[in-house]
């Protein structure tokens, strides 16, 4: 019976394909595990919005919470934790991850709805300087006629406090 006889480079070549194949399956079970890491995180989000959506910011938060730590770079998480924070009464924490999402997308400086709360939570703080900037800055973008007229109030108001 021959053997197979392999020289150097038939070597090279099975140990090359050999470690290749090792490579894609290795990269197909992390491919597959981060999948379902995503998918887990998918849902997870979605059950946070749904929560934030009906207005209970105190069940949504730990979750926007939980998520932003595991994604500190998403300017969405941190305006909904955000408000989330803010909608139960701790405004100084919602005011850092408000300026936390700004920073991540310079473009909510533009976005009333993002800017109204935001404003209302610094007013509600007594940063009125703040709120005044921010809510200003709202009455420049498109927002509904209650969103408008909510910040005009609120910056009148201000500028009374101011000239007492």
Not at 9 to 30: P, T, W, Y
Not at 46 to 64: H, M, S
Not at 88 to 95: I, M
Request: proline fraction near 2%; aromatic fraction near 12%; glycine fraction near 6%.
């Amino acid at each position: 019976m021959n053997a197979l006889k392999f020289g150097s480079r038939e070597r090279i070549f099975l140990a090359a394909s050999a470690a290749l194949i090792l490579l894609l399956i290795v990269g197909f079970i992390q491919v597959r595990s981060l999948e379902k890491l995503l998918r887990a995180d998918a849902d997870f989000y979605r059950k946070a919005v749904t929560l934030y959506d009906q207005g209970n910011f105190a069940a949504a938060a730990p979750i926007f919470s939980e998520l932003l730590r595991r994604d500190p770079n998403s300017w969405i998480l941190a305006a909904h934790y955000g408000r989330c924070l803010g909608e139960t009464g701790r405004y100084k924490e919602a005011s850092v991850y408000c300026s936390r999402a700004l920073e991540l997308n310079v473009f909510l400086v533009r976005n009333g709805y993002f800017l109204v709360p935001w404003g209302y939570y610094s007013y509600l703080e007594g940063d009125y300087e703040k709120a005044r900037v921010l809510l200003e800055a709202s009455l420049k973008t498109k927002l509904p006629d209650s969103l408008a007229t909510t910040a005009r109030r609120l910056v009148e108001d201000i500028q009374q406090k101011r000239s007492k």
